[in-house]
Nanobody, 123 residues
């Protein structure tokens, strides 16, 4: 079944940038949306961003609007999350996931998940 591998995480100073990549094991069907989630220690997993299978529609959590940008390269079966102006509160394990049809912030509705990549924002 569809599987993702995340990469691009690491340690960055506040105000810095990272670009996360989510590579799919196979072609993402046209009716699948892909989302990014994150989970910090002691907190619930939260939706960060989501992009439609066509790339025409995107959404973002209020906490990252204006700083993060989600995109996809269908030819490479890869979804990206460009993270700018990073803050310490962005520190978390970031996951990508896919589901049929439309985007949602409800993580339980996503069928396929990657293993996550650690993002640490610290001075």
């Amino acid at each position: 079944q569809l599987q993702f591998v995340e990469s691009g995480g690491g340690l960055v100073q506040p105000g810095g940038s990272l670009r996360l990549s989510c590579a799919a094991s196979g072609f993402i069907p046209s009716y699948y949306a892909v989302g990014w989630f994150r989970q910090a220690p002691g907190k619930e997993r939260e939706g960060v961003s989501c992009i439609s299978s066509s790339g025409e529609s995107t959404n973002y959590a209020d906490s990252v609007k204006g700083r993060f940008t989600i995109s996809r390269d269908n030819a490479k079966n890869t979804v990206y999350l460009q993270m700018n102006s990073l803050k310490p509160e962005d520190t978390a394990v970031y996951y990508c996931a896919a589901k049929r049809w439309t985007c949602t912030v409800v993580d339980a509705l996503f069928s396929f998940w990657g293993q996550g990549t650690q993002v640490t924002v610290s001075s």
